[in-house]
T-cell receptor, first 111, second 112 residues
Framework: QKEVEQDPGPLSVPEGAIVSLNCTYSNSAFQYFMWYRQYSRKGPELLMYTYSSGNKEDGRFTAQVDKSSKYISLFIRDSQPSDSATYLCAMRDTGGFKTIFGAGTRLFVKA | EADIYQTPRYLVIGTGKKITLECSQTMGHDKMYWYQQDPGMELHLIHYSYGVNSTEKGDLSSESTVSRIRTEHFPLTLESARPSHTSQYLC???????????FGSGTRLTVV
């Protein structure tokens, strides 16, 4: 069983929709949670970073962590065609060095 | 714009050839990493470095080697390329005490 599970999609939504991207994980020791956005033929770029449980908002993006359910989410409000990309979740524990990445969800936002 | 550079961006090479993938960063980051990424798959850590003259193998046995003689430079070498090495290779760096990596744009390697 993978430590981090992420639906590969693709997820196709109309412009302006609210997008929900999710990951589940099995290691209860994970404390640091990240979302990366990766455009085609580019490397991933850090989008959101949260520590432990709770919400974090940055513009149109909101990251949520529910440690009791081992479930994290990224919400994109008022989605734009420029949001079309692959979104990867990533996480690690407090003492560990290694960051575990999900396989990514491909998102298409149609104009 | 990320300050981490990978060359070449694309490479097609024959089986058995020796190749070096270059990675340089201008941010002064101590930690650097090499990841392998295949379509629809998780990133797999190949090698990492905490600083000059420090290198460690990651999870993936890729038959590659790395060196870290200068802070800014972290090249990856395949002594004898095989078709199974066909993949995208991503270099990244980070700052101690802060999470999140800065990634380069990657090298897409095809071994024929």
């Amino acid at each position: 069983q993978k430590e981090v599970e992420q639906d590969p999609g693709p997820l196709s939504v109309p412009e302006g929709a609210i997008v929900s991207l999710n990951c589940t994980y099995s290691n209860s020791a994970f404390q640091y949670f990240m979302w990366y956005r990766q455009y085609s033929r580019k490397g991933p770029e850090l989008l959101m970073y949260t520590y432990s449980s709770g919400n974090k908002e940055d513009g149109r993006f909101t990251a949520q962590v529910d440690k009791s359910s081992k479930y994290i989410s990224l919400f994109i409000r008022d989605s734009q065609p420029s949001d079309s990309a692959t979104y990867l979740c990533a996480m690690r524990d407090t003492g560990g060095f290694k960051t575990i990445f999900g396989a990514g969800t491909r998102l298409f936002v149609k104009a | 714009e990320a300050d981490i550079y990978q060359t070449p961006r694309y490479l097609v090479i024959g089986t058995g050839k020796k190749i070096t993938l270059e990675c340089s960063q201008t941010m002064g980051h101590d930690k650097m990493y090499w990841y392998q990424q295949d379509p629809g798959m998780e990133l797999h850590l190949i090698h990492y470095s905490y600083g000059v003259n420090s290198t460690e193998k990651g999870d993936l046995s890729s038959e590659s080697t790395v060196s870290r003689i200068r802070t800014e430079h972290f090249p990856l070498t395949l002594e004898s390329a095989r078709p199974s090495h066909t993949s995208q290779y991503l270099c990244a760096s980070s700052v101690p005490g802060r999470d999140g990596y800065t990634f380069g744009s990657g090298t897409r390697l095809t071994v024929v």
